[in-house]
């Protein structure tokens, strides 16, 4: 990621200003692609600000940005990029001439948005570029195409970018959100969110979404480990253990848990998916930890009986034996509270609550 893009990365979200617009980053993080592709829009086809304003960085109008949704509704449908600016330039063309000749005679007619009064900006094209296809004038329909509510803006430019399967952009968006608020709330508010738009469309849809799902669970877990600082080293009783139950394979929430540990330097030893009773229980037994974290995504996996077990094991030498806290996490204990158990209800619970039993 380069400078500018960092640069731009770095400042504010929401609607567009009514004054100075929009950073290239910000309008990439709106749309869901990688800043670098809306400055190849911009030069490439002529899609870039109206309106050039002083320094070095560049800013975007709602009319501008207006146009760049047009560009991603009509290349997510498989248009050839070139083909979708000619229409979008066209269109921008026929608005300014309907405007125009619209002006009582004598006066000039209205600035587009974001223009100094009095300037009519024209559709910009760069030397070279082919002319602009006519075009029947259309609302911008740049829409994820699932249900988000009221959440950040970041969460419908990663539903944009998973979408279209596009993996250069979601790489990018996923490491500006954990950079921006942090792990844990770029988990909480912006990262599951979106996971959980995209499971409503699955099952609402017959999997058609499947592979979505799938390919933004992947870069997800990406992101996780290209963000974690190194393990790390073990220290005598403050080990944890994190594990999924025999038969579950949901591991993503626990690489969460386990990457925004790392982030508090605490010792993690994590063991992934569908882990067996008897390597569990070998697990416990060789790292004697402090806190053992059992993750469960459905009830038919979540087991009372393991967690018990697990939390009567003893190690330790005769009149100072030791026995881990374990945590029963995830929807899958939900109504199969094991009595003396701790369950946290959040990713922030929970890291608070193995915090507290490490400095213990």
Same mark, same amino acid.
């Given at each position: 990621?380069?400078?500018?893009?960092?640069?731009?990365?770095?400042?504010?979200?929401?609607?567009?200003?009514?004054?100075?617009?929009?950073?290239?980053?910000?309008?990439?993080?709106?749309?869901?692609?990688?800043?670098?592709?809306?400055?190849?829009?911009?030069?490439?086809?002529?899609?870039?600000?109206?309106?050039?304003?002083?320094?070095?960085?560049?800013?975007?109008?709602?009319?501008?940005?207006?146009?760049?949704?047009?560009?991603?509704?009509?290349?997510?449908?498989?248009?050839?990029?070139?083909?979708?600016?000619?229409?979008?330039?066209?269109?921008?063309?026929?608005?300014?001439?309907?405007?125009?000749?619209?002006?009582?005679?004598?006066?000039?007619?209205?600035?587009?948005?974001?223009?100094?009064?009095?300037?009519?900006?024209?559709?910009?094209?760069?030397?070279?570029?082919?002319?602009?296809?006519?075009?029947?004038?259309?609302?911008?329909?740049?829409?994820?195409?699932?249900?988000?509510?009221?959440?950040?803006?970041?969460?419908?430019?990663?539903?944009?970018?998973?979408?279209?399967?596009?993996?250069?952009?979601?790489? #990018?968006? *996923?490491? $500006? =959100?954990?950079? /921006?608020? !942090? @792990?844990?709330?770029?988990?909480?508010?912006?990262?599951? %969110?979106?996971?959980?738009?995209?499971?409503?469309?699955?099952?609402?849809?017959?999997?058609?979404?499947?592979?979505?799902?799938?390919?933004?669970?992947?870069?997800?877990?990406?992101?996780?480990?290209?963000?974690?600082?190194?393990?790390?080293?073990?220290?005598?009783?403050?080990?944890?253990?994190?594990?999924?139950?025999?038969?579950?394979?949901?591991?993503?929430?626990? #690489?969460? *848990?386990? $990457? =925004?540990?790392? /982030?508090? !330097? @605490?010792?993690?030893?994590?063991?992934?998916?569908?882990? %067996?009773?008897?390597?569990?229980?070998?697990?416990?037994?060789?790292?004697?930890?402090?806190?053992?974290?059992?993750?469960?995504?459905?009830?038919?996996?979540?087991?009372?009986?393991?967690?018990?077990?697990?939390?009567?094991?003893?190690?330790?030498?005769?009149?100072?034996?030791?026995?881990?806290?374990?945590?029963?996490?995830?929807?899958?204990?939900?109504?199969?509270?094991?009595?003396?158990?701790?369950?946290?209800?959040?990713?922030?619970?929970?890291?608070?609550?193995?915090?507290?039993?490490?400095?213990?």
């Amino acid at each position: 990621m380069g400078t500018h893009e960092r640069d731009d990365q770095a400042r504010g979200r929401g609607s567009v200003p009514l004054g100075g617009g929009l950073t290239t980053g910000e309008v990439a993080r709106r749309l869901g692609v990688a800043p670098t592709t809306v400055r190849t829009w911009d030069r490439r086809y002529g899609l870039g600000p109206d309106v050039h304003t002083g320094g070095r960085h560049r800013r975007w109008t709602a009319t501008d940005v207006a146009r760049l949704e047009r560009m991603c509704a009509l290349t997510s449908t498989g248009i050839p990029p070139a083909e979708a600016a000619r229409t979008v330039l066209g269109e921008a063309t026929q608005e300014a001439e309907a405007v125009a000749s619209t002006a009582p005679a004598g006066r000039t007619a209205p600035a587009s948005p974001g223009t100094p009064d009095g300037v009519q900006a024209p559709a910009r094209r760069p030397s070279g570029a082919p002319a602009p296809l006519p075009s029947a004038p259309a609302r911008s329909r740049a829409g994820s195409g699932l249900r988000l509510g009221d959440v950040r803006q970041e969460c419908k430019g990663i539903a944009r970018a998973a979408l279209r399967l596009d993996a250069v952009a979601l790489d #990018e968006l *996923l490491q $500006a =959100a954990i950079v /921006e608020h !942090g @792990l844990v709330a770029a988990w909480t508010e912006v990262i599951m %969110p979106t996971l959980q738009a995209v499971g409503r469309k699955w099952e609402s849809s017959g999997e058609k979404y499947v592979e979505v799902e799938h390919f933004l669970s992947w870069h997800v877990s990406g992101a996780l480990r290209r963000g974690a600082p190194p393990s790390a080293a073990d220290r005598p009783g403050a080990t944890i253990v994190l594990a999924c139950v025999p038969g579950e394979n949901h591991t993503l929430p626990l #690489e969460v *848990l386990a $990457a =925004a540990l790392a /982030e508090r !330097g @605490l010792p993690v030893r994590m063991f992934g998916g569908a882990l %067996p009773v008897e390597s569990l229980v070998t697990a416990v037994r060789r790292t004697g930890p402090a806190a053992v974290g059992l993750w469960a995504q459905s009830r038919t996996t979540a087991s009372r009986p393991l967690a018990q077990h697990v939390a009567a094991m003893e190690w330790g030498v005769r009149g100072a034996r030791r026995k881990p806290v374990v945590l029963t996490i995830g929807p899958g204990w939900s109504g199969r509270t094991v009595t003396g158990l701790p369950r946290p209800t959040g990713l922030a619970e929970a890291v608070a609550l193995l915090e507290s039993v490490v400095s213990r």
